[in-house]
């Protein structure tokens, strides 16, 4: 091993990725290795649709990705009907506050060399507004909210720590916030995160080695929109929980989140999309219980989710 690689060990992050691929042996507070996580659920009518395939499956959903449209486009008494039928059902809810760089006058994120900035929070303006939104939400009952950036991150766990934000409520890194390296996920736990979505197309040795440095759950791309590289990883599922719990694993089949998360879409639209990604998830479920028996999902309802509290 070189000097510079054991500086790296001093400093808590790993000399590479985990090419051994070790089993982690941690898992959430119930005893589960993996939890499923489902994205997209924009409206009340959707949330309603995947409640019904979930039901008809027999699967556990424990984490929603809410109104990835904004949630800027729901009346505050549509953000508090959808609070209380997640909570009723006892599902963790991330929601995605409203105002982000797409929104804005800034033309540099739509063009093709652009949207590699990153989706950063652009104006002191557009950061109080995001945090408005927030706040909207919180007072819907929601206590789950998705974060882009480091600055925006810092800044909503310190309203959390000094109580102008509830202690329980929880925030999860998107993967838009681009990081996919140990020092990265180390970052963003300092910063306050309760979970991060790592890059997409990362191999479980990457993985592993993040798993390595962090404690927070890692939130794991198995199928992804066509314009992020549309692969599916259903086959490797087991294997990503086995070296990356605890883990939420999300899926997100599709053309694009441009097309699929349009927020004036029809309702059927929306509606069409979650019953299958609900369908995908089970059906990863059964191959992980067929490959692995030794991991299992965490329990419907679990004690420790953040549910909606309307």
């Known amino acids: 091993m070189s000097s510079l690689q054991e500086s790296l060990r001093?400093?808590?992050?790993?000399?590479?990725?985990?090419?051994?691929?070790?089993?982690?042996?941690?898992?959430?507070?119930?005893?589960?290795?993996?939890?499923?996580?489902?994205?997209?659920?924009?409206?009340?009518?959707?949330?309603?649709?995947?409640?019904?395939?979930?039901?008809?499956?027999?699967?556990?959903?424990?984490?929603?990705i809410a109104t990835v449209g904004g949630a800027t486009m729901l009346s505050r008494q549509e953000l508090r009907d959808f609070a209380q039928l997640a909570a009723e059902r006892r599902l963790e809810v991330i929601l995605t506050p409203g105002p982000r760089r797409s929104w804005d006058l800034g033309p540099q994120i739509r063009t093709p060399e652009g949207v590699s900035s990153g989706w950063r929070t652009r104006g002191a303006d557009a950061l109080v507004h995001l945090l408005r939104d927030i706040e909207r939400g919180i007072e819907a009952g929601f206590r789950g909210f998705l974060i882009l950036d480091e600055g925006v991150l810092w800044t909503v766990a310190q309203l959390r720590a000094r109580g102008v934000f509830p202690p329980n409520v929880i925030f999860k890194v998107s993967v838009y916030a681009g990081h996919g390296n140990p020092a990265g996920a180390r970052v963003l736990e300092s910063l306050g995160a309760n979970s991060f979505n790592p890059l997409a197309d990362l191999t479980p040795a990457m993985l592993a080695a993040i798993r390595q440095t962090v404690k927070l759950p890692l939130d794991v791309y198995i199928s992804i929109v066509d314009q992020m590289g549309g692969f599916n990883r259903m086959m490797e599922a087991a294997e990503i929980v086995r070296v990356c719990s605890p883990c939420y694993l999300k899926f997100e089949p599709g053309e694009s989140e441009g097309i699929i998360y349009r927020p004036y879409a029809p309702e059927s639209h929306h509606a069409q999309l979650i019953r299958e990604k609900v369908r995908v998830a089970a059906i990863t479920a059964e191959l992980i219980a067929g490959e692995n028996s030794a991991l299992v999902a965490s329990p419907a309802g679990s004690p420790d989710l953040v549910v909606p509290q309307p």
């Open 10 to 64: 001093a400093l808590g992050l790993p000399a590479g990725d985990a090419h051994d691929l070790p089993t982690s042996g941690a898992t959430f507070a119930d005893g589960g290795h993996y939890r499923i996580e489902i994205s997209g659920v924009e409206r009340f009518s959707t949330l309603q649709a995947l409640i019904e395939a979930a039901d008809r499956l027999g699967l556990a959903v424990h984490r929603i």
